[in-house]
Antibody
Framework: EVQLVESGGDLVQPGGSLRLSCAAS????????MIWVRQAPGKGLEWMAN????????YYVDSVRGRFTVSRDNARSSLHLQMNSLRAEDTAVYYC????????????WGQGTLVTVSS | DIQMTQSPSTLSASVGDRVTITCRAS??????LAWYQQKPGKAPKLLIY???TLQSGVPSRFSGSASGTDFTLTISSLQPDDFATYYC????????FGQGTKVEIK
């Protein structure tokens, strides 16, 4: 059974940093694109970042490029999102997801982890 | 950037109704469109990809179609489990979600 479990969400002050993780199981992690999507409270879904199976390609939404870094450890079947210079508007539930067809669409999602940026 | 505009934002319907949700792309995206269902407090679930291909395990009452830059998600006979929020997502150029359509009980 495919499982994705996010962790690392917390309350952090503006300007602070946080590292999210996503533990994957039930599939060959190193064969798939992985994705981060977030959802602000009461709002819609926003794609954040993608990373290629071998980690050689990464894509970011404009609003986080230069502040967030996606990475992966295929040996440990884990995905990470390093978030720096956090802003109040980064407050959201962060989901990791598995990509199909070169990450065009996302077939399995984790349950999400809440990041709150507030003083 | 490609913008995705869904309509309506909210839809009130009854069990058994035929429901249609529309998503319009700001430019051509070919058939690079997926639909997701999300229930409160839960992760999204993939329903349809390539505009009209049903994801494995999704009931056949769900269907998708495309006409130019307009895409439609249809639920042929609304079931109690279908009350949720639906999102379209383009993947022709980067990835963008629509703002969502909430299907609520009439």
């Amino acid at each position: 059974e495919v499982q994705l479990v996010e962790s690392g969400g917390d309350l952090v002050q503006p300007g602070g940093s946080l590292r999210l993780s996503c533990a994957a199981s039930g599939f060959t992690f190193g064969n798939y694109w992985m994705i981060w999507v977030r959802q602000a409270p009461g709002k819609g879904l926003e794609w954040m970042a993608n990373i290629k199976p071998d980690g050689s390609e990464k894509y970011y939404v404009d609003s986080v490029r230069g502040r967030f870094t996606v990475s992966r450890d295929n040996a440990r079947s884990s995905l990470h999102l390093q978030m720096n210079s956090l802003r109040a508007e980064d407050t959201a539930v962060y989901y990791c997801a598995r990509g199909l067809s070169s990450a065009h669409y996302f077939d399995y999602w984790g349950q999400g982890t809440l990041v709150t940026v507030s003083s | 950037d490609i913008q995705m505009t869904q309509s309506p934002s909210t839809l009130s319907a009854s069990v058994g109704d035929r429901v249609t949700i529309t998503c319009r792309a700001s430019q051509s995206i070919s058939s690079s469109l997926a639909w997701y269902q999300q229930k409160p407090g839960k992760a999204p679930k993939l329903l349809i990809y390539k505009a009209s291909t049903l994801q494995s395990g999704v009931p056949s009452r769900f269907s998708g179609s495309a006409s130019g830059t307009d895409f439609t998600l249809t639920i042929s006979s609304l079931q109690p489990d279908d009350f949720a929020t639906y999102y379209c997502q383009q993947y022709n150029s980067y990835w963008t979600f629509g703002q969502g359509t909430k299907v609520e009980i009439k």
